[in-house]
């Protein structure tokens, strides 16, 4: 098994929820129940592992597969009868005709002095194959299980779902609490990979900050050095985990699948998008576009500025994502006939332009976090316009979508052979002249992966956006 990235936090999280139903509840009620989401392969199955392993306490780990639901609660029951729930020996053999009778025989099986987990992985599957386990949950756990110290754990890559599921007129509203799974962050792949904040930046734009990928990187590794490897094995975690979450996400749905591909290769715009598949009507490809925002595959977004704009632009949430569908997927068929050095020449040729365009959403991200930005900045995105005017990449007003003033202009600058210049500083000062709402007094900021040859900028090193990710108490 691969190694266990620390994840402190929420850990914690799941021990405190433990800790109060091991001291009970009002009213004779000490049972919980936690909504665990969080995109696919970014280890929620893992943590909940290594909760219920490290809190030692009986439990019950069901992995949902989809099929019937007959299939689904024989398969629960076995799971159960295999557990280490206190009855769980009581429960070899047992069937049931409903899932009111599956959950109601668990609860049977559950610790009544002391703690146990209850833990349901895939949620969303189960919802699919028979919505109205939702309201027999709520009843059963309403009746039986908040009744026992046990903490209910719900786990799905289903976003959508899995915040409907607390929303009100659904029957779960206001009995689960939610907590939601992130990838690992840069400051994360600079502890646990031992790397330089600029090479933990670049790693987590080829990761997505994915564990099953960062648990299998040697500690130390540059990116390039890394790659070669990597792309030189079809089994290695970089291949497999786009591929396997493709498959999961978009196995049925050809059409928003090449529409992906097309965003990753470059188009941005709904005409150039358009342009890219021709196959896709216009109709199909609005929903596919629409699908992969609401799966949270894609991000729609506007240019911030203190005009309102309709020019969306539309790019890949995830950077390992955006990673695989450049260079892994395309040459896949090579990487498996062992010419995995055709595929890493491709992704070096392409290397710096990729990881110059993957890096700025980050960067936004990275400053909306950090402390000593101009004051008044309330929000913190880029600036475009269908003209093809000036691309700023980096803007701060003082609120969004729409913001009153600029409080900042900035440009990137990843570069690992020269840093942020003075024709950098003259290209920037002309694209903030074109700003709507900025004059020359609207401070430049200079994120450079290389220093700054230039002092009238204010700059923000690798350092800078690795340390913004740290816990403020760290």
């Not at 809190?55 to 557990?83: K, M, N």
């Not at 969004?400 to 290209?427: H, K, N, Q, S, Y």
Request: hydrophobic share 45%; net charge positive.
């Amino acid at each position: 098994m691969d190694r266990f990235l620390e994840r402190a936090p929420e850990l914690e999280r799941l021990q405190r929820a433990l800790a109060r139903v091991e001291s009970g509840g009002r009213g004779g009620r000490p049972g919980r129940a936690v909504l665990l989401r969080g995109r696919r392969r970014v280890g929620k199955s893992r943590l909940v592992e290594e909760f219920v392993r490290r809190s030692d306490v009986p439990h019950l780990f069901y992995s949902v597969i989809p099929g019937s639901p007959d299939r689904q609660r024989r398969e629960f029951l076995e799971a159960a009868a295999a557990s280490t729930l206190p009855g769980a020996p009581s429960l070899a053999g047992r069937t049931a005709g409903s899932w009111e009778e599956a959950l109601r025989l668990v609860a049977e099986a559950v610790p009544r002095d002391s703690p146990g987990v209850i833990v349901v992985d895939e949620f969303p599957s189960l919802l699919a194959s028979d919505p109205g386990v939702e309201g027999v949950l709520q009843l059963v756990f309403a009746r039986e299980l908040s009744r026992r110290p046990v903490l209910l754990i719900l786990v799905g890559s289903d976003a959508a779902t899995m915040e409907a599921v607390n929303q009100p007129g659904r029957p779960f509203y206001m009995r689960a609490a939610e907590m939601v799974l992130h990838p690992l962050t840069p400051a994360d792949l600079a502890s646990v990979l031992e790397l330089p904040a600029a090479e933990a930046v670049d790693a987590h734009l080829v990761s997505g900050g994915l564990p099953m990928i960062c648990a299998r990187w040697p500690r130390g590794l540059a990116v390039r050095d890394h790659l070669r490897p990597a792309l030189a094995d079809p089994a290695s975690a970089l291949l497999v985990t786009g591929e396997r979450a493709l498959s999961a996400e978009l196995a049925p749905d050809t059409q928003a699948r090449t529409v992906l591909e097309a965003v990753a290769s470059g188009a941005r715009t709904h005409s150039a998008i358009g342009r890219a598949v021709p196959e896709v009507p216009r109709a199909s490809l609005n929903r596919a576009l629409q699908s992969l925002v609401e799966r949270r595959l894609l991000v729609a977004e506007l240019p911030l500025s203190v005009r309102p704009s309709r020019e969306t632009r539309y790019r890949l949430a995830d950077t390992h994502l955006w990673f695989w569908l450049a260079f892994a997927g395309p040459r896949l068929p090579e990487i498996e006939r062992g010419r995995g050095d055709l595929a890493l020449t491709r992704v070096l040729r392409s290397w710096e332009a990729w990881r110059s365009a993957a890096v700025v959403p980050l960067v936004r991200e990275s400053l909306r976090r950090m402390d000593g930005l101009p004051r008044g900045t309330g929000a913190v995105g880029g600036y475009w316009t269908r003209a093809g005017g000036p691309e700023i990449d980096v803007v701060g007003t003082d609120r969004e979508p729409v913001g009153e003033r600029i409080t900042m202009t900035g440009a990137v600058a990843w570069r690992e052979d020269r840093p942020f210049d003075r024709r950098d500083l003259d290209a920037l000062i002309v694209r903030r002249s074109k700003l709507p709402g900025a004059d020359a007094g609207v401070p430049l900021f200079a994120v450079s992966r290389s220093g700054s040859a230039t002092a009238e900028v204010t700059l923000v090193t690798p350092e800078d956006l690795v340390a913004a990710w740290r816990p403020r108490d760290a």
